[in-house]
């Protein structure tokens, strides 16, 4: 049996807490795209952990697969296994052999083309993990992949192939002295050739290297369940998000199969749980139509990109909800839930069930509002446009629900749904009906306990 839990958003709709609440029943969990550009944070046994690589689950004693569709950085990778083993955990991680390496060259030239796009006020607002110059080499058919780094002779090939011809690129195509950058060794064969090398060595000796679709086919062969974690949300999907507005990876249903070797016929026949959040947050640039806030924080190239007016709603929810990124602290833009967005998200990714969380941070409004559909060019639209030209011309149309008033997350939690007051059942009913698909569970409070459990999908 699979779960494979997609953010039906633009990332950030807590993932992390819905792969926890299901982890009891699940016995290995693997991501299948993204690299450390996402963060999670995990509270075991009252221990707070901020990871950005090593799987949730891995904390809570599960296996912890990282796919072939992931892009991995070693250095991250280590820094928080080391982390964890001194705190006392000795979490399980394997790599897929086919996932692709994050080098030092890929976060610098990540940082160079987003200082470049700044210029003409194009940038994305990436995570500078380096995360689309390593999937641009992995099509590019020039990428290094985490089985090379256990044979030192095909590493250095690899990287006397392609070191050169990012050093051009930086120098040639960007006028940049590689020898003036912060870390120049990022562009060194001998070094990245010793210190990956040295990788490899302990991805040998630590029996970390797998290949995914094996491993995780032979355990599903032995009656175990597996997770199927997405990172980021639909919207910023390379191919059905808001291009060039996105991640470079595909954080919706179908990046499951590919980026672990399991069969559509496999990931299709388990649950597949779309992730909402009960309102709308964005970090890093492109439209969003149901925007509140305008101003989001003092991040160069941020300052003025909302493009609300209620500023000081924004705030409010902002505070509320925690709404900083775990990786990079950035303030996050704040907005009204986007049905059209929603729509499309569960069209792309066909969601079995629903966990719709932060129901508490919207306890306390008079009101709540929706974008129900968009008008475009006169014309009433219900999902979202394919163009990103098309997206930012969209303007919002509302339902609006009477506010619900605060509650005591625990109590709710414990009582169930009926528990929850009218007003947000009718509000998820709403979600509910609109996608045609039963909420699983809400998250009605920050803490593990603090979820609705309606279902549970294995
Ligand atoms: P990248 O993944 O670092 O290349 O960033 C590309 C876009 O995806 C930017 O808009 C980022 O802000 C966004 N992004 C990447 N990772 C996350 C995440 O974990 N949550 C929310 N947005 C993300």
Redesign the pocket.
Known sequence: MTVTIVGSQ???EGKGGIVDLYGDDIDVVARYQ?GD???HTVVHEGETYKLSLVPSGAIRGKVGVLGNGCVVNPRTLFDELDTLQERGLDPDVRIAERAHIIFPFHRVL?GIEETVKSESDSE??????G??PTYEDKVGRRGIRAGDLRNPDVLRERLEYVVPQKRAVVEDVYGVAVEDLDDPDAFDVDALYEEYREYGERFEAEDMTVNASVFLTEKMADGQNVMLEG???TT?DIDHGNYP????SNPTAGGATTGTGLSPGVVGGGEIVGIVKAYLT?????PLPTELGGVVGDTPGYEEQGEGENEELATQIREEGGEY????GRPRRVAWLDMPMLRHAARVSGFTGLAINHIDVLAGLDEVKVGHAYTLDGEERHTLPATTEEWSRCEASYRSFDGWPEFDPATVASEGYEALPENARTYVEYIEDELDTPAYALGVGPGRSETIVRERPV
Not at 124 to 129: I, K, P
Not at 282 to 286: H, I, K
């Open positions: 633009l990332g950030d993204g550009n996402a963060g990540d994305v607002g990436t995570t500078g993990r995360i689309g990172a980021q949300g910023i507005y996105v991640t470079s964005r970090v890093g640039s492109g990124g775990t990786v990079t």
